[in-house]
Structures are given as C-alpha cells and as structure tokens.
C-alpha cells in the first residue's frame, strides 16, 4: 500500500483527508495510519492536520520500489523493479533475473555495489548512497549486430535526463561516458548474452556520481559529481526516473531503423567531442583528427588531414589531444 | 588416482604390475587394489593375474573426469572438466562457471539435461546416456563481431571427429548441423557473452544423438544418431576428445586471422550443401538458388539466376529444395 499512498499523496496539491484514503483503498483508518507511519518512518515528512488530512511535505533520497513506482510514468521500462541495499553488480544481478524469466524492462537499483563493473573488467567505485548505480534489463528482438548502438542510446537518455534534472549541460563524450565541464558524471556498461542471430538479452548498467563529495586522488582528474559541480543535491529517484522516460522515448526511435539514423542530430549536439581535435587510440596506428559527429552505426566521423575515417566504438578510445575530454 | 591409474593401463600393452604401481604413485599395495576396485564398479574390466599384475580388458561408455582426463590429449580444451549426472543445461551451467572464474576450456559434460538448450529459445532432447552433451567454454581475445564464426569452426571439429570415429562421413549444413544421410546428428549452440567490444565469454554447446534407438515421430524425419545410421555403439569419451584435439587445431588455424579464409577449402568439402539447390528463407522475401559454399567471414555463397548473394549465419534458414538437408 506504500506505493498507492505514496502516489495519491505526491498527486494532491494539499491535504488528503484519512477518509478518502480508506475509502480509496477499501482499508480501515487504522491501516491507512499504519502505512503512513511507515512512510515516516523511511524519512517522509508527512504533516498531519485534524479536519484535513494529510500533506507530504518531502521526500527522502531513497531508493524502494514504492519510492520509484510512486513517481513512474513510463510505458514499459521499470514496470518491475529490484531494489537492493547492496549487490555485487547491478549487471550481474540483472543477468541472473533474465535467466531466471524476468521480462525486458525490469530495473535493477542498488545503494552500493561490491564488485561494480566497468569496461574491459575494470572495476566502478560504488561507495554507499553516493550515486546512482542502476541496470535496466532488455530482450530486444533486434540482431546481435546492432545491439553495440544500444549504448549510445542509453548515453542521450542519461545527457538529457541530468541536464534536465539539474540544469547544466551534461555531454557526451563518444560513445558513452557523461561529463560535466570536462569530467566524467557517468559511465555505462553494456553487457549482452546472444546466440549468434539471436539475443537473449541486454543489460545496460548505468553509473551516476550524484552525492560525492571527493574521489580518489588517481582518478580526481577525471571524475566529478552533481554535488561537486553543483553544490546541490539531487533526488536520485527522479534522477532514474528521468533516464527511463528519455530512454523509452530513444529507444522507440532507436527501433524503427535498428539505428541511429534518426538521432544522429540530437547526438551530435550532446557530443563534447564535436569539431575538437581527438587523438584515436587504434592499437596498430594512433592517429590524430577533429571529430565530425558520428554515423547512423554509432561510428565517430574523423577527419585527418588527408582522409575522413570512421571509428568503431569500442574498437579504440578516443581522447581530446588537450586534457581528458 | 583413478585418472593416473587409468592412464598407465591405457598405455600398456600387457600387463602392470602392482608393485610398479606402487612405486609410481608411492603408495601401498592396498591402495593400489583399492583403486583397482573403484574401477571395476565403475565398468572397467581388469584382468589381475599373480605374478603378472594387471590388464585392461575393456571399458564402459563412462562420462567421468578420470575417463575423460586418462585419454587426453588436448593441450588447452579440457584442461578442466566438470562432468555432471544431471543438468538443467551444459550451456547454462558452463557460463556460470565461466562468471565464477573458470578458465578459457573449461568442458562441461553431462549425462542427461533436464532443460538442453536448441537454437533461438528452442529444446533439446537430451534423456539420459543417449548421447554427448557438452559444452566447451572460451574467453577469446577476439572481436564479438568475429565470435560467430566459432560456431562454424566448431561444426569442422564435429564433422572431422565424427567421421574418423565412426569411418562414415559427416557432413556440415551450412552454418553448423552435422548430418548423416541427411539427417541431423549433432547441432551446436553458441553462447555469447560481451560488452560491446570485448567478449566475456563464449559457451560452446555441442549436442551429438550416438545411442538413440528412436526419435520422437514429429522428429524423426530429420533427426538421427550415429547408432541408427551404423548400428554400432560407440565410446563417448572417445569422440568427446576426438572434438576436442580438432577443435584445438582448426580454432588456432581461425585465431591466425580470425576469421576462416584458412579453412574455406575444408569447410566447403564437408558442406552437404554444396553445388545443391537451396531456398534461402528470408523472411522479407524467400529466394532460391545454387550454394556455392562459404565466404572467410562464414557467410553461404548462393547464386541465383539473376546475381551472387551472400547470406550471413543466422538471419535465415536455409534448406535444400528436395527434402530436409
């Protein structure tokens, strides 16, 4: 009941009389004032008035699924939700649900991470309550062959859901780190499990750094938080609330072309890189070159002085000749 | 001791004494006996004569590490073996062992599957001691988009191995089902795992029928085992590590390049497909034409009437215009 409490709450500009509620719910007042106090409990404010009812006056940074369900609007992604305190992975976590028949779409929240992934079996620092470290669970019915675009449609939900959410522009540094006055808010971890035509599923890990207020000194250079570049805190619920409405919407887009076709604009204009010098990191030959934009495969455009090339993602890294990005 | 036992049996020819035994493992006599004894519940028939020693006068169709570990010779596969009454599926066992750090060829073996994987979410038939059910686990350092190809590389070492073995030939429909007389005797299941540019892990599931005495009537026009087709029993372990020592050799002749230009020849001589007339079942517009075997990247060659096309593994189906191969 937390969760329709939660949501008739939020809904009301005011106060909700406890009568409504339990005729709402077909409940007595003695339930409706159990699941209140709960709600308290877990850190809502909620102010009671004799003859009124009650008001919510605000809201944890917590994440339950009554917290996520009660603010949802999306379509299909998150209509299941896991929460856990702690995880090894969100990754693996959401790996071991689609094995076991959890359906695409299902999201995967934890407070902390034990063994976070990164890239290339790298490591991601997931301290307690610091950021956002979600999973959202996908069974495309899309070839093997473009599931590596699907990353970047997951790097323009979470550029335009920050830069809504907190006002300042978050870009994108190709294919699909987010950064913040040139330096890395974001990281996300596509992992796949596919037969050779057919996939079994996707899970895209995401990785915000919301609440830090330092990081270790070898990667200070490169990582930053909202609070660090804002000097404010975010809801992270909103937060990963906001990624999975724009990514429903990309995706959709995503969909009808099993590219990037459409988004190409939208991307390039996110793209931190965009007409900078970028250094290519190919392990046979780096070369150097602007940045022109990116293909509808999701290929970074590069233009050398003597020939335009295309670099697949993930193949080599890119960095700006000057600094990180 | 079972494997080291075993072992020295194998490769003598005659008798071993028991006190050679003893001295080779430094052990005492009643261990040795105590081995011996396990061996004979197990199956094996062992010859002891005073004074002589002992001799192995056959063996059973035995699925265990110590059989299969006694006759290998592989260098890498197999190096690690998990063999297993029961599973729900080789596939999906070896790739939890694959996340819980077990090492590129590891082989995963087992008498029956309650749950056998087939090609895009489909069964398998996999009852009890009727055939091979393994899985031989990779963590190449190649190209996702070059990992589709294992499965052909795969179908040569099947093919390769099953005509040795039996002295009947094997030939591959295109890209990976083994038949006899046109019938399927093996498919194979590849198995992927990876973020965008780096392969986690790749589980090759090979499934051969060797004693099947009858399939399931809606089956049994395309299925057969290597019993039906020669009507003689053979010895499991035996062409487990027959797959094996070929999938070694053809996977580094593949490693070289990645891809299969080495191998086009063989693969093409194994093809029942070959110069046949084929319908190439693509679903926005089925097409006939003549095979004319496969490219370096695994794709079949088909010319029609009009032009050259290349169909790649996986997006379609491919049958013969006469009948199942």
């Known amino acids: 009941m937390k969760t329709e409490l939660l949501t008739i709450l939020r809904e009301t500009d005011g106060y909700v009389s406890g009568q409504s509620l ?16 709960q709600l308290k409990e877990a850190g809502y404010e909620i102010e009671a008035v004799q003859n009124k009812g009650y008001r919510l006056v605000s809201v944890p940074d917590l994440l339950s699924e009554y917290e996520l369900k009660s603010i949802r609007k999306t379509e299909w992604a998150g209509q299941e939700i896991c929460c856990y305190p702690v995880v090894d992975s969100t990754n693996t976590r959401a790996q071991q649900l689609a094995e076991d028949g959890y359906p695409d ?8 991470q034990d063994a976070g992934k990164g890239r290339r079996g790298r490591g991601w620092e997931s301290p307690r309550g610091s950021g956002i470290f979600m999973t959202l669970l996908l069974k495309p019915g899309i070839s093997p062959a473009n599931a590596s675009m699907l990353t970047l449609v997951a790097a323009l939900a979470v550029s335009a ?12 540094k190709w294919p699909n780190d987010i950064v913040m006055n040139g330096k890395k808010i974001c990281g996300i971890l596509t992992e796949m499990s596919a037969q050779f035509d057919y996939i079994n599923h996707v899970v895209i890990g995401i990785g915000i750094n919301v609440h ?59 793209l931190v890189n965009m ?18 934009g990116i293909t509808p495969r999701g290929e970074l455009i590069v233009d050398t002085w003597e020939s335009r090339r295309l670099v697949s993602a993930g193949e080599v890294s890119v960095r700006g000749v000057y600094g990180y990005v």
């Open 22 to 37: 339990c005729e709402k719910f077909g409940v007595s007042r003695t339930a409706v004032w159990k699941g209140i106090r």
């Open 105 to 112: 779409g299902t999201l995967v929240v934890a407070e902390q």
């Open 161 to 172: 859901a920050v830069t809504e959410q907190t006002g300042q522009p978050a870009g994108i």
């Open 212 to 270: 830090n207020e330092s990081f270790p000194e070898e990667i200070s250079h490169m990582a930053t938080s909202l609070f660090l570049e804002t000097k404010r805190r975010f809801h992270r619920a909103a937060l990963i609330e906001s990624v999975l409405e724009r990514f429903e919407h990309y995706y959709a887009v995503f969909q009808k072309t099993e590219d990037l076709g459409a988004l190409v604009r939208e991307y390039d204009a996110r």
């Open 275 to 292: 007409h900078q010098n970028v250094r290519v990191l190919d392990p046979k030959e780096p070369f150097d070159g602007k940045a022109m």
